[in-house]
Nanobody
Framework: QVQLVESGGGLVQPGGSLRLSCAAS????????MDWYRQAPGKQRTLVAR???????YYADSVKGRVTVSRDNAKKTVYLQMNTLTPEDTAVYYC??????????WGQGTQVTVSS
């Protein structure tokens, strides 16, 4: 059974930082691309960052320079370090594991709220 479990969300003040984690089980983690998405209330789920199986990274323009995605294949965990957070970063953050063309798994999400 595949499981992706996110953690690390919470309430943070503007300008603060958070580190999200996503622990995977039930997959050969090292061959999967790992993505972080987010969904704000009333908005579509959008891609925030991606790290491929070879370590290539991609960032949405809205977070570039403030966010770093990394992975630890030994721990089967992907991380999202977020700095200089703003209220516009408030959303539920989801972890996604994908191995095209068929495998695509989602975590349950973790809430990030940026507010003073």
């Amino acid at each position: 059974q595949v499981q992706l479990v996110e953690s690390g969300g919470g309430l943070v003040q503007p300008g603060g930082s958070l580190r999200l984690s996503c622990a995977a089980s039930g997959i050969t983690f090292r061959v999967y691309a790992m993505d972080w998405y987010r969904q704000a209330p009333g908005k579509q789920r959008t891609l925030v960052a991606r790290i491929t199986s070879t370590g290539t990274t991609y960032y949405a323009d809205s977070v570039k320079g403030r966010v770093t995605v990394s992975r630890d294949n030994a721990k089967k965990t992907v991380y999202l370090q977020m700095n200089t957070l703003t209220p516009e970063d408030t959303a539920v953050y989801y972890c996604n594991a994908n191995f095209p063309p068929l495998d695509n798994y989602w975590g349950q999400g973790t809430q990030v709220t940026v507010s003073s």
